[in-house]
């Protein structure tokens, strides 16, 4: 067969395996020469193999060729030559001057997968790939798994018939590795792809003029062209555990045969032949690229798909922007369904129900100097579009304007796109309910103050801004409460802003560079400082980077592309919030604005969060993946403590008064149990016990209202003029289970761990043991009536009893006993699903959005849009029914999330619903904040690889996963079977594997006995 046919046939073929396999990531296509040298008389051939390479590059393959039977024996002997073997990757056509590069690996982290072979022959007296020969050749390939990484690769080792020429054995690897791009389309490996050992510093990789890898200056044109490669020989001598660098070179020669002529980098024997490998790579991973911002923006008043909005912002990050379709003031700020665009927001907003604070507004214009909302907005299409959450590009037809947004933490860039026109605008609208602008011609600047809020601010607050253009202004006037005015530029009013003018070219950008400070105008300049000097479009690739490296802490693969799309969006969601709230001042030290008292002091502060919804799974998730951000976050909580005298409830970015509970107690204590702990123990205990007794003056949603009934009685009293009696208590037992459990931890006295726990079986007050239901419960001791199951509000929080009632996260054993054993209790967890999804809406002047979610699901009176009900499912493991939550977990995840406009069921409430979603996807959840367990469900993908601060892996394998394999029939943890339905924290950080087998019938003797259950404080108390 000709050979440019038969490499067009391959390629061909790989394709169409990889559509075939579904193959999820870009590819694009170049020649790229991977081999791998073995020497050909074992270790003595290669005497500083040991002493050159003692760190690990960890490898993350992707495989698109599909699965295909056969043997070969060539490498298992090649692996079995040495623990460590070299791997050239680089290129060579034949002639003298190919670049090289190598890495390193060791064979005891790889397992055979597959094996096959396959025939390759050139017409005698044919050049074949450089050199003159009439060769006859089998190459025959393995597949592996690397079992820290979890990818697979390839081996191809090809045997030569060669006239005159004794056979030897080359050994070439065409390794599917991530790749990145530089300049160029030619593949490249990311920083992001090379770690270290546990114990060492993340790898640096420097090119040897000392420039970095992303400082993206190497020009590629492919398919050959200058292309840098690595080398993996520099390693430390003074910690040989860890290679500190890898360097770039781009003059390393070889020989025609693929040997290294300078011998300063290594030994290797001279007898081989160079393979070349014509495939497509596959892109580099890039999850940042299935995060849909817009995932649940079509939502409204009367019924949520999420209530979000596309936010634009780092990780974290103080200040986030969002393009704006509702009018100054409205909580949806974005609506899918909306086709006009009124400016572009600085937002804080964490929900619609608590709107926004410290916000203003971007907007470019042409025509005429119109300022009011309305006037200058212009219609949009979703089709001109690009929405990520590091950048977002629209079209704004009625002005002919491109808008490009990209954000730092604390300040942003914009690039305008504006057509031919004297009369190009662009409006800084600094809102109303009490403002301030300036304009400063002479630096191009507008600055400005907004103290628009919705409460949870002191008297000072304000949001400081500054916005400075790289061109001189046209023209400049001041609005201030419906006048404009060209003859100010500085105004202080109920509402200002301003409008500056520009004279374009057709296709003509220009740039606006935006920073705000909490704290003053000073503040605000160092906070601009972020953007430094840098370029719009390196600023979008940092923020690309950013989240790049945070989304891809977990890694998944083996399922459908929506499904990644749905897992990447809803972990996007997750890291939005809480967010940022401090800054750093001229010395570089921590700093804030308190929001709780208006002085600026030292140290940590977060905000936008209510605890009602996270503390269930959005701040295990943080413990889990992000203990470092917890950290600062939890010292931040303590700063609110002593600036108020409360921790927080709901915070936005003071204490608001919303939802109930005080569960500052499990997010302080689920932190610490598991390892994130802050530096003053001391104040943090005595701020919970603070909590239990107290209840703030003016927001009564913090500290706990009716503490003095629920301390005496065991219970708040339905008839004690405190709405949602039943479910304060329930909550309220459920924070005293983790004070009883920090007490134990820190040796409080013994007085003071047995009160907890005698308050922490309180939840039994509310059981009525004749509905076998939770139920309101008068002073008296008698239970509320008339009495109905589905009755939302009243003694419930936007719920029902039937919602609440499982409501006993500590304690799922003592609920099963009250109900009569596992069965009795399976049946009434079977009927949330079962019964119609009738509803007694009476409570509230008309049917709350949260009611509506749960009708149009048909799953019953099942409510997973809000949050009493998310861990419900799980409930099953506690009573020996593993199956059941197994398969109602999936049937949620493939109903109830999409990655499209309508994704959630219900509000998303920062991140605690995508948290749901990110933990149920991997297979675990955590039913009980403060203890170390997460309870297995159904993990949606076959694969899914968590990436620990500690430099720890967690790899979760479910073998034959599919829609209809849901069920788990074994499983073995780091090769031990075990039957236990639950994970422990302190096991996954080790890191490991945890393999599971899935069927599509349900295993019914697989977990049923009492130790395989989670924790109950019931049973584990003592």
């Known amino acids: 067969m000709d050979r440019k046919i038969f490499w067009i046939m391959l390629s061909l073929l790989l394709i169409a395996q990889a559509t075939a396999a579904g193959e999820r990531r870009s590819m694009n296509i170049a020649t790229f020469n991977l081999r791998m040298d073995t020497p050909a008389d074992g270790d003595d051939a290669w005497p500083n193999r040991k002493e050159l390479v003692k760190g690990l590059i960890r490898f993350h393959g992707f495989d698109i060729f599909g699965t295909q039977e056969g043997f070969i024996h060539q490498i298992r002997d090649i692996l079995e030559l040495s623990e460590y073997a070299y791997v050239g990757v680089g290129r060579d056509d034949g002639r003298e001057g190919g670049e090289h590069s190598a890495?390193?690996?060791?064979?005891?982290?790889?397992?055979?997968?597959?094996?096959?072979?396959?025939?390759?022959?050139?017409?005698?007296?044919?050049?074949?790939?450089?050199?003159?020969?009439?060769?006859?050749?089998?190459?025959?390939?393995?597949k592996f798994r690397d079992r820290e990484g979890g990818g697979a690769f390839y081996f191809f080792s090809v045997h030569y018939d060669h006239e005159g020429v004794t056979a030897r054995r080359e050994s070439s690897l065409l390794m599917l590795e991530r790749v990145g791009r530089i300049a160029g389309d030619a593949p490249?490996?990311?920083?992001?792809?090379?770690?270290?050992?546990?114990?060492?510093?993340?790898?640096?990789?420097?090119y040897e003029n000392g420039a970095w890898l992303d400082s993206r200056q190497v020009s590629v044109e492919p398919p050959y062209g200058t292309m840098g490669t690595f080398h993996g020989f520099n390693v430390n001598d003074a910690a040989q555990d860890r290679i500190d660098y890898i360097f770039v070179s781009k003059g390393v020669k070889v020989n025609k045969y693929g040997v290294l002529n300078d011998i300063r980098y290594a030994r290797f024997p001279s007898d081989h032949y160079p393979v070349m490998i014509n495939a497509e790579l596959p892109a580099a991973f890039s999850p940042?690229?299935?995060?849909?911002?817009?995932?649940?923006?079509?939502?409204?008043?009367?019924?949520?798909?999420?209530?979000?909005?596309?936010?634009?912002?780092?990780?974290?990050?103080?200040?986030?922007?969002?393009?704006?379709?509702?009018?100054?003031?409205?909580?949806?700020?974005?609506?899918?369904?909306?086709?006009?665009?009124?400016?572009?927001?600085?937002?804080?907003?964490?929900?619609?129900?608590?709107?926004?604070?410290?916000?203003?507004?971007?907007?470019?214009?042409?025509?005429?100097?119109?300022?009011?909302?309305?006037?200058?907005?212009?219609?949009?299409?979703?089709?001109?579009?690009?929405?990520?959450?590091?950048?977002?590009?629209?079209?704004?037809?009625?002005?002919?304007?491109?808008?490009?947004?990209t954000p730092t933490e604390r300040a942003a860039m914009f690039r305008?796109?504006?057509?031919?026109?004297?009369?190009?605008?662009?409006?800084?609208?600094?809102?109303?309910?009490?403002?301030?602008?300036?304009?400063?011609?002479?630096?191009?600047?507008?600055?400005?103050?907004?103290?628009?809020?919705?409460?949870?601010?002191?008297?000072?607050?304000?949001?400081?801004?500054i916005v400075d253009f790289d061109r001189p202004f046209a023209y400049d006037a001041v609005y201030a409460d419906?006048?404009?005015?060209?003859?100010?530029?500085?105004?202080?009013?109920?509402?200002?802003?301003?409008?500056?003018?520009?004279?374009?070219?057709?296709?003509?950008?220009?740039?606006?560079?935006?920073?705000?400070?909490?704290?003053?105008?000073?503040?605000?300049?160092?906070?601009?400082?972020?953007?430094?000097?840098?370029?719009?479009?390196?600023?979008?690739?940092?923020?690309?980077?950013?989240?790049?490296?945070?989304?891809?802490?977990?890694?998944?693969?083996?399922?459908?592309?929506d499904r990644y799309r749905t897992f990447y969006s809803c972990l996007y969601r997750a890291m939005l919030f809480p967010r940022k709230f401090f800054e750093y001042d001229a010395d570089g030290r921590i700093v804030h604005y308190s929001p709780y008292n208006g002085k600026v002091s030292p140290g940590y502060m977060f905000t936008d969060t209510g605890f009602w919804d996270t503390f269930r799974?959005?701040?295990?998730?943080?413990?889990?993946?992000?203990?470092?951000?917890?950290?600062?976050?939890?010292?931040?909580?303590?700063?609110?403590?002593?600036?108020?005298?409360?921790?927080?409830?709901?915070?936005?970015?003071?204490?608001?008064?919303?939802?109930?509970?005080?569960?500052?107690?499990?997010?302080?204590?689920?932190?610490?149990?598991?390892?994130?702990?802050?530096?003053?123990?001391?104040?943090?205990?005595?701020?919970?016990?603070?909590?239990?007794?107290?209840?703030?003056?003016?927001?009564?949603?913090?500290?706990?209202?009716?503490?003095?009934?629920?301390?005496?009685?065991?219970?708040?009293?339905?008839?004690?003029?405190?709405?949602?009696?039943?479910?304060?208590?329930?909550?309220?037992?459920?924070?005293?289970?983790?004070?009883?459990?920090?007490?134990?931890?820190?040796?409080?006295?013994?007085?003071e761990i047995d009160r907890f726990a005698q308050r922490a079986g309180n939840y039994r007050n509310v059981f009525d043991r004749e509905t076998m239901l939770m139920r309101g419960r008068n002073a008296d001791g008698t239970f509320m009536s008339p009495f109905s199951p589905l009755k939302w509000g009243d003694a419930f929080t936007e719920g029902n009893s039937w919602h609440y009632t499982w409501s006993v996260f500590h304690d799922p054993q003592g609920l099963i006993e009250m109900m009569g054993g596992r069965d009795g209790f399976t049946t009434m967890l079977d009927s949330v699903f079962s019964v119609p999804p009738s509803f007694d809406a009476s409570y509230y002047s008309g049917v709350i959005h949260e009611i509506r979610e749960m009708t149009v699901m048909n799953m019953g009176n099942y409510a997973h849009g809000n949050q009493p009900a998310q861990h419900?499912?799980?409930?099953?493991?506690?009573?020996?029914?593993?199956?059941?939550?197994?398969?109602?977990?999936?049937?949620?995840?493939?109903?109830?999330?999409?990655?499209?406009?309508?994704?959630?069921?219900?509000?998303?409430?920062?991140?605690?619903?995508?948290?749901?979603?990110?933990?149920?996807?991997?297979?675990?959840?955590?039913?009980?904040?403060?203890t170390d367990e997460y309870v297995m469900g159904s993990p949606l993908f076959e694969e899914a690889t968590l990436k620990f601060e500690n430099g720890n892996r967690f790899v979760i394998k479910a073998q034959g996963n599919n829609d209809e394999n849901i069920y788990i029939s074994s499983a073995s943890l780091n090769g031990e079977v075990t039957t236990k339905t639950y994970l422990r924290h302190g096991d996954l950080h080790k890191g490991g594997e945890l393999l599971l087998r899935m069927s599509d019938t349900p295993d019914t003797s697989r977990g049923v006995k009492?130790?395989?259950?989670?924790?109950s404080f019931s049973t584990h108390k003592f």
């Open 872 to 930: 419900m499912i799980y409930l099953y493991n506690y009573a020996g029914r593993p199956w059941k939550a197994q398969q109602r977990l999936r049937m949620v995840m493939d109903r109830l999330y999409t990655p499209g406009p309508d994704g959630y069921c219900g509000d998303e409430d920062n991140g605690q619903t995508s948290a749901w979603y990110v933990f149920s996807a991997l297979g675990f959840y955590p039913v009980c904040p403060g």
């Open 1010 to 1015: 009492a130790e395989d259950f989670p924790y």
């Open 188 to 206: 490249f490996f990311c920083t992001g792809d090379f770690n270290a050992t546990p114990e060492s510093e993340p790898v640096r990789i420097i």
């Open 103 to 142: 890495i390193f690996y060791r064979k005891s982290r790889f397992d055979v997968l597959d094996k096959g072979d396959f025939w390759l022959s050139t017409t005698p007296g044919e050049p074949s790939f450089g050199w003159d020969a009439r060769i006859r050749r089998v190459c025959s390939w393995a």
């Open 482 to 561: 419906g006048t404009l005015d060209s003859s100010l530029r500085e105004k202080a009013a109920g509402h200002t802003g301003a409008i500056i003018g520009f004279r374009t070219s057709k296709g003509e950008t220009m740039h606006a560079r935006v920073a705000s400070s909490f704290i003053s105008f000073e503040q605000a300049e160092l906070n601009m400082n972020e953007l430094a000097g840098d370029s719009f479009d390196l600023l979008a690739a940092k923020g690309e980077d950013a989240w790049n490296d945070v989304l891809g802490r977990i890694e998944v693969s083996g399922g459908a592309t």
């Open 416 to 465: 305008f796109t504006f057509p031919q026109t004297d009369s190009a605008f662009v409006v800084v609208d600094a809102f109303d309910k009490g403002s301030y602008i300036k304009i400063v011609p002479g630096e191009n600047r507008v600055m400005g103050y907004t103290t628009r809020n919705s409460g949870g601010v002191p008297g000072n607050f304000r949001n400081y801004f």
């Open 288 to 405: 940042v690229s299935y995060v849909n911002p817009l995932m649940g923006t079509e939502s409204t008043y009367e019924l949520s798909a999420g209530n979000t909005y596309p936010a634009v912002a780092r990780p974290w990050g103080m200040n986030t922007w969002t393009p704006q379709t509702g009018k100054m003031g409205d909580g949806w700020t974005y609506v899918y369904t909306a086709n006009r665009i009124r400016g572009f927001r600085q937002t804080h907003q964490p929900s619609p129900w608590i709107n926004d604070y410290g916000q203003f507004s971007i907007m470019p214009t042409t025509g005429s100097p119109v300022f009011e909302e309305d006037g200058r907005a212009s219609w949009f299409s979703h089709k001109a579009e690009v929405s990520k959450p590091h950048y977002y590009k629209v079209y704004l037809a009625e002005h002919d304007v491109s808008v490009e947004i």
């Open 617 to 751: 799974s959005l701040f295990p998730f943080l413990n889990l993946m992000f203990p470092s951000i917890n950290k600062q976050i939890q010292e931040g909580l303590l700063n609110a403590y002593r600036e108020s005298g409360f921790f927080p409830e709901w915070a936005s970015p003071g204490h608001r008064d919303c939802m109930i509970g005080n569960n500052s107690a499990s997010v302080l204590v689920d932190a610490y149990m598991k390892g994130v702990r802050v530096d003053d123990v001391e104040t943090l205990y005595k701020g919970l016990l603070n909590g239990t007794e107290n209840v703030h003056s003016k927001i009564l949603s913090t500290g706990r209202l009716g503490y003095s009934h629920y301390n005496r009685l065991g219970y708040v009293p339905y008839d004690a003029g405190i709405d949602e009696s039943a479910a304060r208590t329930l909550e309220y037992a459920y924070d005293d289970w983790c004070i009883y459990t920090l007490a134990k931890a820190l040796g409080r006295p013994k007085e």
